[in-house]
């Protein structure tokens, strides 16, 4: 039994966040193929095809916005309601989409790395299954490796308790209202989080982490793309 078959699903609002220049790549990562269509094509598509999902923003780089709509709507993703112009850093991007989107103070909005393709309905639904006893909800997976950490001269300076360690992944949902409460008071104290859920915590909300899926990968690297194909084979079997 699913998570939607026994949890009513929320009304869900999803930002995509496709602003990064694929630095560390050379290329733009986000139109590598992933089985005949770009990796940003298939990553909105796992969203577009939950009949929860309301409607889809995606953040660009400047300039891209016209060419990433078109893509995306040519791959007939009819969810796509538009795609904006990212700012300097992630927060300005997100920040851009949450102002614009349709949304209801009860709503819900979850914001996704669009260069994770693998993020399943299964993950999904897990994630909005606990959505009522806390303010937002994260996936994460345990650390496999000691975490050490050091200070500017490579010096250990603890080492930290593994089995409290985790890495956490996207896609973090959060309830419309509580979160563009959390980027406005984070901008007016000139707070700069590394992830939605920190601006939330910084707010003093309680954010919940939900088990991720080692497959929800992010391609960062030449490398994690070989990675990404046999997972992709895995997962559509």
């Excluded at 998570?3 to 990562?29: C, D, F, Q």
């Excluded at 893509?71 to 949450?98: H, M, P, T, W």
Aim: aromatic share 6%.
């Amino acid at each position: 039994m699913t998570a939607s078959e026994t949890v009513p699903m929320p009304r869900l609002h999803v930002i995509i966040t496709a602003a990064g220049l694929s630095r560390r790549m050379g290329v733009n990562k986000l139109l590598l193929p992933l089985e005949g269509k770009p990796i940003l094509a298939r990553t909105c598509a796992v969203f577009n095809s939950l009949e929860m999902v309301q409607d889809i923003v995606v953040t660009a780089p400047e300039g891209l916005e016209d060419e990433y709509f078109s893509l995306l709507r040519g791959c007939g993703l009819e969810k796509v309601s538009r795609v904006v112009r990212g700012g300097a850093e992630r927060q300005d991007s997100i920040y851009e989409a949450l102002r614009i989107l349709r949304a209801d103070d009860d709503d819900y909005v979850a914001v996704h790395d669009a260069a994770r393709p693998l993020i399943t309905h299964q993950l999904i639904e897990r994630l909005c299954a606990c959505l009522a006893d806390c303010d937002g909800v994260i996936p994460a997976v345990a650390v496999k490796d000691t975490i050490k950490r050091v200070d500017a001269s490579g010096t250990v300076v603890e080492t930290l308790t593994r089995s409290e360690l985790r890495a956490v992944q996207t896609p973090q949902i959060f309830r419309h209202a509580l979160l563009l409460r959390a980027y406005e008071a984070a901008y007016s104290q000139a707070y700069l989080g590394t992830d939605d859920a920190s601006l939330v915590e910084h707010l003093g909300g309680r954010v919940v982490a939900v088990e991720g899926d080692y497959r929800n990968i992010k391609v960062t690297t030449a490398e994690d793309v070989a990675v990404l194909h046999k997972f992709w084979s895995e997962i559509s079997r």
